[in-house]
């Protein structure tokens, strides 16, 4: 009995520290939003008609990403290690010596038909690991969009999230004096190169709208006085009117597939939403109330759409049915809101903000929580989204004598403002999709 | 009667405390070391050293990885073909405005031969003690800006920024507390925060939480680092991000080695790091 007991007592007490003893476990919930730094390398070429890309390449895709306030390139003359030599080995402690934290290199050569081949890798310093590595080949005038492609592979490697690089930017470039103001329409690439006008000035035009799925855009153009919306296919060159819209003031957006258009015209004082299938032309009265509704945008499942709206009293952001019917208000705060755009990631819609003389770019959730204004100045107005939902472009006004409208990036923190290269004055930009 | 009971009980106490404290290893099973998909690297701090792992091969390519089937997109046909009049001051278009796309994207190059082995363990050395490197007591509050939150003028805006949050002692440490005080701990956490680079403004990264089980050497550097969830990690790509992310913050050369109690090695030897933003939106 007594033996029973003692052999129960022991292996109780050998049940006791396992428990005692389970593994260690630690929380760390806080870290640092450091950029990481990247150490791009030049690419090697293996022939001296690749030997001007080898450098250029590795320059664009530095540039690309140092953009984003997320990844802070080293500088080139710390680098220890050559080009030549790391493709036989890389010897990653020299790279964690110079802080390196992810490492690209990249080899340029020259095909048999004259194209131009580019492949690079990117390494884990620290995990000295290739994490991906790609290989394109192309015209060799086409190299930018080569780099910003790479560019966006290590983006997406890197954050998990798409990149928005190899895309373009239509906006309105403007000129002259404020009282006779030239307006052109313009398109580059989203780090400003490859600039090109698509439009001569004679015409006012204004607010392009660009496809969320194709390479097209709408935007209204004055002629004659008359507000008339065209559309234009960047692929093909081909131009459409889709008509004259008296009473209309911003262009109409498109629906995520591209297969319709969503806008607002005024009448007697009145503003409504209309949708227009492309295919058949057809337009549907989404809202019928004596009050304002305009600047449309659909959320990028297509089910739903965000406008703004004074018939609550006052300039407020609402949210209905695609189809139409009842809306909800989304904004609360003080001032006027104006000019939702939804995010293509569907998370966040982006808006103008007015209050006490100022205006804001702010973001909020398609439920009216988590608002907060990322930038503010005199005048902002016109956000666009980048196509990965991180990024947003619009244009500020300075409160100088001469008017003078810039078009600025911001990301999410609000931390992350640039100024966009553009051809003098730029207004009413509209960011494309990834390019196809 | 009473005293033998006295004694039954004394004896049996005696042999509890005993097992408790005189046994300690016995179900102390070994962590089984599996192979890890990415290993860290046990000597970073030593940096002048120039072991370098065996990285194999040039990436020269080799002819039959060449492309699969590029698919050559044909230039479109200018077609100029306007339905309407295009207005009168739209310049006319080249017809192909755009630059030709990129014309093959082969797959994935062959991988680097990176397999390295597990790098010398270093030599257990008496550890002086430890400075936190970074105390990040930064505020990280004002990891996304909000305007409306910091500006006088429009107090009414909802301010959507958490107050700063002290960091809960999380529930699993009071069950700890006998293994590492509360200060070893921060002491590991707040260095740990030092070296961990969080992706702001990314879709979902407050929900994007990282278990990493964790083999330390003796010497406090890291042996051993695998991401739990490892069909996750190979399913998505924010998951990756943010698990390579965690990986990094425990190579890094300024969380090596790390800041734990060397007469300790028992209890920190194995243990699961979980990297959980929460706290920082």
Known sequence: MTRTLFLAFAFLAMLVPSAARAELRVDVTKGTTEPIPIAITNFVATDASGQEFATSVPAVVSADLASTGLFKPIDPRAFIQDSASMQTQIRFNEWKAINAQALVTGVVTRAADGR?????????????????GMAYMTTPQNWRRISHIIAD??????????????TRIVYIAESGPAINRVKRLAIMDQDGANHRFLSDGRNLVLTPRFSPSQQQITYLAFVNGKPRVYMYDLETGRQEILG?????????????DGGKIIFSLSK?????????????????????????????????DGKNIVFESDRGGTQQIYVMDANGGAARRI???????ASPVWSPRGDLIAFVKMNKGMFYIGVVRPDGTGERLITNAYHVEGPTWAPNGRVLAYFKEDRSGQRSSSVYSIDLTGYNERRLKTAGDGSDPAWSPMNP | MKRPLIASVVIHSMLVALAIFGLPHIMNKPEIVEAVPVEIVANISEL??????PVKAPPKEDPKKEPPPKKEEPPKPPTKTDTAPPPDDVLKEPPKPKDKPVEDKKGDLPKKEDKKKPDKK????????????????QDFDSLLKNLAADDPPQPETPVDTKSDSTPEPSPNVSRFSDVLSMSERDALIAQLSGCWNIMAGSANAESMAVEVKVVVNQDRTVREAKIVDQSRYNSDTFFRAAADAALRALRNPRCSPLNLPPDKYSEWQSMTINFDPKDMF
């Not at chain 1, 592979?153 to 190899?166: A, H, P, S, V, W």
């Not at chain 1, 337009?283 to 600047?295: C, E, V």
Request: no cysteine; proline share 10%; aromatic share 12%.
């Open chain 1, 116 to 132: 131009t081949r580019v492949e690079y890798r990117l390494f884990d310093v620290f995990g000295q690991v290739q994490m991906t």
């Open chain 1, 153 to 166: 592979d290590i983006y997406k490697r890197l954050t998990g999230e798409n990149g928005y690089f190899d």
């Open chain 1, 244 to 256: 004259d819209f008296p009473g209309m003031t911003f262009a109409p957006r498109f629906s995520p």
């Open chain 1, 268 to 300: 007697n004082g009145n503003s409504d939403l209309y949708v227009m299938d492309l295919r058949s032309r057809k337009s549907q009265r989404l809202t019928d109330s004596p009050s304002i509704n305009t600047g449309p945008s659909y959320s990028p």
């Open chain 1, 331 to 337: 904004s609360f705060g003080d001032g006027r809101y």
């Open chain 2, 48 to 53: 002048t050293s120039t072991n370098k792992p």
């Open chain 2, 122 to 137: 270093p030599i257990k050395k008496p550890d002086p003690k430890k400075e936190v490197k970074k105390d990040p007591q």
